[in-house]
């Protein structure tokens, strides 16, 4: 008995295992993402910028491709988290609640990131982000990204840089406002 299925295993890895792989094509998240968007929407992004190809691809592979309908809640104001989204498709409101009124600060569409601040330091939500539309995104985890990526720093390096490129934007373009 133990020899019939040594040799069904054997004649199923060297036989059949490799005639499906010729026939069936494995699909990562990179490549469903470049599918769907031009390539060059994922290299114009801020997020990505001066990053290669490859660093690309690292990042992309370790976060979570997420889809939310309209309306729905994506960050909630007050709470916490260690995430950040960028979004593919779609757009999403961000609103700020004081005393039972709700003021939208900004509409984001595709290729602008939220979430970062939390990403960044465990703090306290500031707003609410909420689906304009039906919204496609990817969400960066901290701990995740971190523990995964801890065998290629530059690629941390670069993306944790232009999140603080786009902060440092968003607080010149609120103090320019301001004025």
Do not use: W
Not at 9 to 32: A, D, E, F, W
Not at 39 to 58: A, I, V, W
Not at 136 to 160: C, G, H, M, S
């Amino acid at each position: 008995m133990i020899t019939a299925t040594v040799l069904l295993s054997i004649l199923t890895n060297l036989l059949i295992t490799p005639i499906l792989m010729s026939k069936i094509r494995l699909v990562g998240l990179y490549q469903i993402l470049t599918m769907s968007l031009d390539e060059d929407s994922l290299e114009n992004c801020t997020l990505f910028h001066n990053m290669t190809d490859y660093q690309r691809r690292k990042a992309i592979l370790i976060s979570e491709l997420h889809e939310f309908e309209a309306g729905e809640l994506l960050i909630e104001q007050d709470t916490t988290g260690r995430s950040m989204f960028l979004i593919l498709s779609g757009e999403a409101d961000v609103i700020r609640r004081d005393n039972g009124q709700e003021t939208v600060l900004a509409t984001l569409g595709c290729g602008q990131i939220f979430g970062e601040i939390g990403y960044i330091r465990e703090t306290q939500r500031t707003a609410d982000v909420r689906a304009k539309s039906d919204l496609t995104a990817l969400k960066f985890d901290y701990e995740r990204l971190q523990k995964d990526l801890k065998y290629f720093p530059n690629i941390v390096a670069k993306l944790n840089f232009n999140i603080s490129y786009i902060l440092g934007k968003r607080l010149a373009d609120m103090v320019e406002q301001s004025k």
